[in-house]
T-cell receptor, first 115, second 111 residues
Framework: GAVVSQHPSWVICKSGTSVKIECRSLDFQATTMFWYRQFPKQSLMLMAT?????????EQGVEKDKFLINHASLTLSTLTVTSAHPEDSSFYIC???????????FGDGTRLSIL | GENVEQHPSTLSVQEGDSAVIKCTYS??????FPWYKQELGKGPQLIIDIRSNVGEKKDQRIAVTLNKTAKHFSLHITETQPEDSAVYFC??????????FGAGTILRVKS
């Protein structure tokens, strides 16, 4: 149980394009989803928290107009990196939780490379 | 902000030996402490967790201990196997379900 699917797993695109990443909870309803960014050999850095049907809450220093988050249903959240540039290249990981004080379960991440 | 310190940063053990990773946290209100295993190119996988009303929890070869007074918790892996090699992260849960992660420990199990 508690499977989170993230798609795509790897994307390469040109500078200036927008990239959408999907995060789905396959066997449970995720009232809260989280988006993280991870640089090589580093820990996970929380970017934003999204509750179903509400606007996402962004961490300090994360541009909300750059990283658009939508959590329209209890099983799907999307992260769109708008007008991506090489410095946005990173490993993006989502997680999902079924409620307050419930464990977070992670997807397998999306490797984003901007040329 | 809240902080979680994790030690050691790297750990090499011989197959069959035990491995111990320790974390210290600062927020006395924290009440949930998960451990994640991350393999190369994948997302973190929850391997064990503990809540503040429990001092120890065990699942086969993996155990976690929590000392709320001292604000530290530890992961214990016994009879290590090569497939245990990965990066391990401790975390503590803040308000709103937010997790604060440690810096990670690279565990290498030598066969």
């Amino acid at each position: 149980g508690a499977v989170v699917s993230q798609h795509p797993s790897w994307v390469i695109c040109k500078s200036g394009t927008s990239v959408k990443i999907e995060c789905r909870s396959l066997d449970f309803q995720a009232t809260t989803m989280f988006w993280y960014r991870q640089f090589p050999k580093q820990s996970l850095m929380l970017m934003a928290t999204s509750n179903e049907g509400s606007k996402a809450t962004y961490e300090q220093g994360v541009e909300k107009d750059k990283f658009l988050i939508n959590h329209a249903s209890l099983t799907l959240s999307t992260l769109t990196v708008t007008s991506a540039h090489p410095e946005d290249s990173s490993f993006y990981i989502c997680s999902a939780s079924s409620g307050t004080n419930q464990p977070q379960h992670f997807g397998d991440g999306t490797r984003l490379s901007i040329l | 902000g809240e902080n979680v310190e994790q030690h050691p940063s790297t750990l090499s053990v011989q197959e069959g030996d035990s491995a111990v990773i320790k974390c210290t946290y600062s927020d006395s209100a924290s009440n949930y402490f998960p451990w994640y295993k991350q393999e190369l190119g994948k997302g973190p996988q929850l391997i064990i967790d503990i809540r503040s009303n429990v001092g120890e929890k065990k699942d086969q070869r993996i155990a976690v201990t929590l000392n709320k007074t001292a604000k530290h918790f530890s992961l214990h892996i016994t009879e290590t196997q090569p497939e245990d090699s990965a990066v391990y992260f401790c975390a503590e849960q803040e308000y709103g379900n937010k997790l604060v992660f440690g810096a990670g420990t690279i565990l290498r199990v030598k066969s």
